[in-house]
């Protein structure tokens, strides 16, 4: 059964909450999420508007890909609400989904190259799954939804 516009909604904000990149850097954890960073030493938070507007003079170039993922997810989203309210094309969604899940890849890749940090893609395994959970199902069959 292909789930319909609410739940795909539902599903799309949820992937916003999860952190996209887990960051181990010792004994110390960051989170990455869309909104910005988590760290646990000092606990704090750093919006990913004051990481790329405030500090971007120390803004590794590997993890630039981490906005476009945001605007990626983002898009994915207005697709998202569009289902609810309107009509979605689940193709810019899944596309936007899917994008946004491999932008994370340079970010998990280039922390890894550092030497003590472990980057876990969190956030690329878990939009990928939801993509293809949620969103596969459509393009498989005779694209009818339960919502048309």
């Known amino acids: ?3 319909d516009s609410r739940r795909r909604l539902v599903v799309v904000a949820l992937l916003g909450l999860f952190p996209w990149t887990v960051l ?5 954890l960051t989170l990455v999420f869309p909104a910005g960073l988590v760290n646990t030493n000092p606990p704090s938070f750093v919006s990913i508007y004051d990481f790329f507007f405030r ?3 120390r803004v590794p170039s590997f993890i630039q890909s981490w906005r ?6 983002l ?3 207005a697709s998202a ?3 609810v309210v309107w009509r979605e094309d689940p ?3 899944a596309l936007a ?3 946004a899940a491999l932008s994370q890849v340079s970010v998990f890749l280039g922390f890894n190259r550092r030497p003590g940090y472990v980057a876990l893609p969190v956030g690329t395994v878990v939009i990928l799954a939801a993509v293809w959970w949620y969103y596969w199902p459509l393009f498989t069959t005779d694209g009818t939804t339960d919502d048309d």
Not at 24 to 28: L, N, P, Q, T, Y
Not at 68 to 73: A, F, I, N, R, S
């Open 1 to 3: 059964m292909v789930a």
């Open 24 to 28: 181990v850097i010792g004994s110390e």
């Open 55 to 57: 500090f971007t003079d």
């Open 68 to 73: 476009t993922g945001v605007l990626l997810y």
């Open 75 to 77: 898009l994915a989203l």
């Open 81 to 83: 609400v569009s289902g």
């Open 91 to 93: 193709r810019i969604t």
């Open 97 to 99: 989904l899917v994008g």
